[in-house]
T-cell receptor, first 118, second 115 residues
């Protein structure tokens, strides 16, 4: 069964500082991995995804994530935080693409709330 | 193209009342998902449909919850009777092809408060 662990339910950074949000996954097959962002009172929006191509994935708003199979990790980073990055971030894993496409589930982590201080 | 559309955005009701949440997926998408989000449990998958057929409803908490997808452009999630512990934000999401990368497109959610 697939699962996702996000370390740290709340991360606080200063504007301009590095953002690092941690995600570790468990999967019985090579996974597809995702980061979603949720702004207050909105649905989830896709930031970026790993689908077995390049291990370093670039997403929107300057975010990127690196897939490390040996560490079963998919941490999200951004070199310089903006106030507008304040939101909740969710890591998610899917196994469906590798199972012949018969079905899939997207399993989410508990989320990490990012606060950006001026 | 319009995104996933959910209604109502907010619903306040009293315990015991029936609640119906509605979802219109993105046109052309053939997979639809209902998630529930609470502070305690995070995002939970309730049910998902492929080509209007329920594939997995193992996340539906109990018989008070039911979901239907009568056609490719409409789905409902019904709670009858509602209880205070059902208070949550309910998200509908759709995807264009099962077996794709798994990327989902979410609606803005329906915030349910049961008094």
């Amino acid at each position: 069964a697939q699962s996702v662990t996000q370390l740290g339910s709340h991360v606080s950074v200063s504007e301009g500082a590095l953002v690092l949000l941690r995600c570790n996954y468990s999967s019985s097959v090579p996974p597809y991995l995702f980061w979603y962002v949720q702004y207050p009172n909105q649905g989830l929006q896709l930031l970026l995804k790993y689908t077995s191509a390049a291990t370093l994935v670039k997403g929107i708003n300057g975010f990127e994530a690196e897939f490390k199979k040996s560490e079963t990790s998919f941490h999200l980073t951004k070199p310089s935080a903006h106030m507008s990055d304040a939101a909740e971030y969710f890591c998610a894993v899917s196994e469906g693409g590798w199972s012949g496409g018969s079905n899939y589930k997207l399993t989410f982590g508990k989320g990490t709330l990012l606060t950006v201080n001026p | 193209d319009a995104g996933v559309i959910q209604s109502p955005r907010h619903e306040v009701t009293e315990m015991g009342q029936e609640v119906t949440l509605r979802c219109k997926p993105i046109s052309g998408h053939n997979s639809l998902f209902w998630y529930r989000q609470t502070m305690m449990r995070g995002l939970e998958l309730l049910i998902y449909f492929n080509n209007n057929v329920p594939i997995d409803d193992s996340g539906m908490p109990e018989d008070r919850f039911s979901a239907k997808m009568p056609n490719a452009s409409f789905s409902t999630l019904k709670i009858q009777p509602s209880e205070p512990r059902d208070s949550a934000v309910y998200f509908c999401a759709s995807s264009w092809r099962l077996g794709n990368t798994g990327e989902l497109f979410f609606g803005e959610g329906s915030r349910l408060t049961v008094l």
